[in-house]
């Protein structure tokens, strides 16, 4: 089995298929993946005999905003709620205002190198 890469986390949900490919399991696109390549949200790569997740643990941005910026209902007015997100989406909108962050590929610096950089999705 090859080692895991530093900045990744073993990922569940997923299975391995007779042509040597590993299927996502997670969402309905059901990615399949040869050695090195990115399921299509950028969350999921094919290392070795596995998929890893490479944005466990890392947000995309952390922000106090006020409850009436989200979609709560039912909060006291006023008060903060904190917000964050990580890089990735399995959605392909053609309009995204968002796409620089969903299919970010960002590297820590003094961390290992991520696994892939391919597509292989469908």
């Not at 990615?31 to 094919?46: D, K, N, S, Y």
């Not at 490479?54 to 903060?80: I, M, Q």
Request: with cysteine.
């Amino acid at each position: 089995m090859a080692e895991e890469p530093l900045d990744s986390h073993p990922a569940r949900y997923w299975h391995k298929l007779e042509d040597g490919r590993i299927q996502c399991d997670l969402c309905p696109r059901f990615c399949r993946l040869h050695e090195g390549q990115r399921a299509f949200c950028f969350v999921r790569a094919r290392h070795g005999d596995q998929i890893v997740l490479t944005t466990y643990g890392r947000s995309s941005g952390f922000c106090v905003d006020p409850v009436e910026k989200k979609a709560l209902n039912h909060f006291l007015p006023g008060t903060p709620v904190l917000s964050f997100g990580t890089s990735g989406c399995n959605l392909g909108c053609k309009f995204c205002q968002n796409w620089d962050i969903s299919k970010a590929r960002v590297r820590c610096p003094g961390r290992a190198r991520e696994p892939g950089g391919h597509r292989a999705y469908g």
